[in-house]
């Protein structure tokens, strides 16, 4: 039992869509290969006129990988109590709630295959093979976070976006009462009746413009010139409500990621809550996989980098080195001196890395005199270390 305890977590942390570890990725890059070959076999799969022995191989290959997915489906459901909106319940409970949530109707919807073999089926024919590719294209979007941001986006703009969309049925249903008006005798096919008519004003309020349907009389004309107007107007509104929308939760999730990376460097949680809250929006995030060069010797020495996950090697001049780990940070000494880069820094795993440009750190230090003061007692350190270093190698 002991052991399913701590191997539920451990599956969780993998399963996860925003897990960045080394075992998480390679389950992301798994999981999203096999749905971009489980939807060529089906976009394939509809062309009548291929070869019996290849369409056979496509069932094979669509069965197989809805197998994958019903078995991806029981163990997201056993893991489903980790997840941290569903950790109060009990475990059936919160099992039953991830059933019926968003994520785990669309992997539900992705695995009907598997659930349907016992009762016979099997796929033949393009509309079969429409439902397939509908149901994994859903599966496809649980790897887009920007589609829970949109969702946020949507519910924290809800009332302006209400206001528009009320706005859009006023315009559409004056216009299309006027084009019924105006327009019914020259056109009674397709201005005759209401409906008609409010066909013509949606394509032409959303600016699609089929054509199909045209105004002949002068009011109709000058109704459907102020509708053309009135849609771009209406569709301005809307896109500046959602980008601001997006813009602002973007900022929010941001600030909040930062903070969590923060947080894990003990220069930063020493300094206290406020002092934390001004340091976090002047940081940008910096990922970057093993064996990478992150500053060289000789760069300008413009920025100083803290490590939240991962581990750097400085090479020093004199041919040594010297390993850092999570929490340390390096870059200070060029920052503090003004100076050229002194040593080249690269990564030895996948790290994460915190970057604080020059700028910005002397305008926090004007502010937070305890940074500026931690960063100094470290790279004093430092050279303290590194002339101990030398002068121990010319004495050999």
């Known amino acids: 039992m002991n052991r399913l305890n701590t191997l539920r977590p451990r599956i969780y942390s993998i399963l996860r869509y925003s897990d960045y570890s080394p075992a998480g990725r390679h389950w992301q890059s798994f999981h999203l290969g096999a749905l971009a070959v489980g939807i060529l076999a089906v976009i394939f799969l509809s062309i009548d006129s291929l070869p019996v022995d290849v369409r056979h191989g496509l069932r094979l290959i669509i069965w197989v990988i809805t197998i994958i997915f019903f078995l991806e489906y029981l163990v997201r459901l056993w893991v489903a109590p980790e997840i941290s909106r569903l950790d109060h319940y009990r475990p059936m409970v919160a099992r039953l709630r991830w059933a019926m949530s968003l994520p785990g109707l669309i992997n539900l919807l992705a695995v009907l295959p598997a659930v349907m073999m016992g009762v016979g089926y099997a796929i033949t024919g393009a509309d079969a093979a429409s439902v397939f590719c509908i149901l994994w294209v859903l599966k496809l979007g649980l790897h887009a976070p920007a589609f829970g941001t949109l ?50 004003a949606v394509v032409t309020l959303t600016t699609t ?133 002194t040593a080249t820094v690269a990564t030895t795993k996948p790290t994460t890395l915190l970057v604080l440009y020059a700028s910005d750190f002397y305008e926090i230090a004007s502010r937070i005199p305890a940074l500026a003061e931690a960063v100094e007692v470290e790279a004093r350190r430092r050279r303290e270390e590194n002339l101990e270093r030398l002068t121990a190698q010319k004495k050999a």
């Open 151 to 200: 969702a946020r986006v949507v519910s924290n703009e809800r009332a302006p976006l209400t206001s528009i969309l009320i706005l859009f049925g006023i315009l559409l249903i004056i216009a299309a009462t006027l084009a019924h008006i105006l327009e019914r005798e020259k056109q009674p096919d397709q201005f005759g009746n209401l409906p008609g008519a409010m066909w013509w």
């Open 209 to 341: 413009g089929y054509g199909d349907v045209v105004p002949v009389t002068v009011g109709g004309r000058l109704v459907g010139a102020g509708l053309m107007i009135s849609g771009i107007a209406v569709l301005a509104l809307m896109t500046g409500v959602l980008a601001t929308g997006f813009s602002q939760e973007e900022r929010r999730r941001e600030y909040l990621r930062v903070w969590d990376l923060v947080s894990r460097v003990p220069i930063f949680t020493a300094l206290g809550v406020v002092t934390l809250s001004e340091i976090v929006g002047r940081l940008r995030t910096r990922y970057y996989p093993p064996r990478i060069t992150v500053v060289r010797q000789g760069d300008a020495g413009d920025s100083m980098f803290f490590i939240t996950s991962g581990e750097c090697e400085v090479r020093l001049p004199n041919g040594g080195s010297v390993r850092l780990g999570d929490g340390a940070f390096f870059g200070e000494m060029a920052l503090l001196d003004r100076q050229p880069r």
